[in-house]
């Protein structure tokens, strides 16, 4: 009887692989090459031209990135503007808050920068070849404590001992991870984002203002740059009739204060970007399962009401990175991953139910609501500064762990 032939010799796992290629993906793989495991991501798209238009940095973020050495890069971009604060369409103020105050009682501002911004400086800090574009991947297996996990790439299946699922909100390993979880669910607002590069002069009035069911909002960024967006209550996949999405903003905020009707008539239509939001308003049993860990929208998409979606995938990918064992100590990743969902879960699903309330502020359409919420806001916004700034302070008081760099 011939003897059996001896079966092929198994690859070795990648120590980590990331699927997806926005700022979460990116700042994982940043974290987790700081703590000295190589890394590679998977892009499913051609190149990493930023879908979005501006995005804030809160204190809490920022602490993170100036742990991944980016931190300085995003500062240097910051347009300093005395106050921020919220108006009605009117133009009548109901609160101001200033910007000063904020980094005086957090240690850092909120800066807004262009999502392309955060981008580059996530990439440049990589090594070259870390992120490869155009190269879709998919989880095949979880892997467990005994097995690595399997991805299934371009150039075939991949054992990998640690995943990294950062593939948005639509989370394909998500769903494979947890296939009775009902998934995310339409918030009831759409938005509009775009970027002026060269308005007339810089705005004198920013911040949002707020309407029956709608909000605007106008920040500036560097090099002369003003980033507008807005949310309306309408019905999910509803768009402008004609395909016109920048007619339909001059239509609903042609008639708000100034200086938003001029805002959006300078803007190019082309560069107006339509996205409803969709949420994770029920949160997963966990963040990770076998050799994957879920990371930013794909583990708790939230509304943009308080400006956290981005701060808190970059959060995740330097808990992740912390939570990792030394590569030389010759323990598994697998045994880190209930840690990091311990540290994630709870935080970001209070982040999420906190947007969502907001959201139910800004979704009110009555006359009588409307007088009642401002009103309320209008006197919340007499107190001192002190005071509605504590408000944000579990939020923003968040400090990130340690990451021992250990890239030599």
């Known amino acids: 009887m011939p003897s059996a032939s001896p079966s092929a010799p198994q690859p070795a796992a990648h120590p980590a692989l990331v699927l997806g290629g926005g700022i979460g993906g990116l700042a994982a793989a940043l974290a987790l090459h700081r703590r000295g495991i190589p890394v590679t991501v998977h892009e499913r798209a051609a190149s990493l031209e930023p879908v ?3 995005l804030a940095l809160a204190p809490n973020a920022l602490r993170a990135l100036d742990l991944l050495g980016v931190g300085a890069r995003l500062r240097a971009l910051a347009v300093r503007h005395p106050a921020v604060g919220l108006r009605r369409p009117s133009g009548r103020w109901l609160a101001r808050t200033d910007t000063d105050a904020v980094q005086r009682h957090f240690g850092d501002p909120v800066l807004a920068v262009a999502r392309a911004e ?12 870390t992120v490869r574009t155009g190269s879709p991947a998919a989880l095949a297996d979880p892997g467990d404590a005994a097995t690595p996990a399997l991805v299934e790439t371009v150039d075939g299946p991949v054992p990998a001992s640690l995943v990294v699922a950062a593939d948005g909100i639509r989370s394909a390993a998500r769903s494979d991870l947890f296939p009775r979880h009902p998934g995310p669910r339409y918030s009831g607002f759409t938005t509009w984002r775009t970027v002026i590069d060269s308005p007339d002069r810089p705005p004198a009035a920013v911040g949002e203002i707020w309407g029956r069911g709608a909000l605007a909002g106008i920040v ?4 002369g740059r ?5 949310a309306a209550l309408a019905p999910a996949g509803q768009r402008a009739a004609d395909g016109d999405e920048h007619a339909e903003l001059l239509r609903r905020y042609g008639s708000w204060c100034a ?10 239509a082309s560069r107006v970007l339509r996205h409803d939001v969709w949420e994770l308003t029920d949160p997963l049993p966990a963040f990770h399962r076998g050799r994957v860990a879920l990371l930013g929208d794909a583990a708790h998409a939230m509304s943009p009401f308080q400006g956290q979606g981005a701060c808190q995938a970059i959060e995740d990918a330097v808990v992740l990175a912390a939570a990792m064992p030394p590569r030389r100590s010759g323990s598994d990743p697998v045994s880190a991953l209930p840690g990091y969902s311990a540290a994630r879960l709870p935080r970001t699903s209070r982040i999420v139910a906190g947007s969502r309330s907001i959201s139910r502020l800004v979704a009110v359409r009555s006359g009588p609501g409307t007088l009642l919420r401002d009103t309320a806001l ?9 005071f509605l700034l504590d408000r944000s302070a579990p939020t923003y008081t968040w400090q990130p762990p340690t990451i021992p760099d250990r890239r030599n």
């Open 52 to 54: 979005g238009a501006g």
């Open 118 to 129: 955060l981008i580059a400086a996530l990439v440049d800090a990589l090594p070259p070849g």
């Open 220 to 223: 500036p960024l560097a090099a």
């Open 226 to 230: 003003v980033y507008v967006y807005a």
């Open 259 to 268: 200086p938003l009707p001029e805002l959006l008539s300078r803007t190019d």
């Open 378 to 386: 209008a006197l919340a916004g007499r107190l001192p500064d002190r």
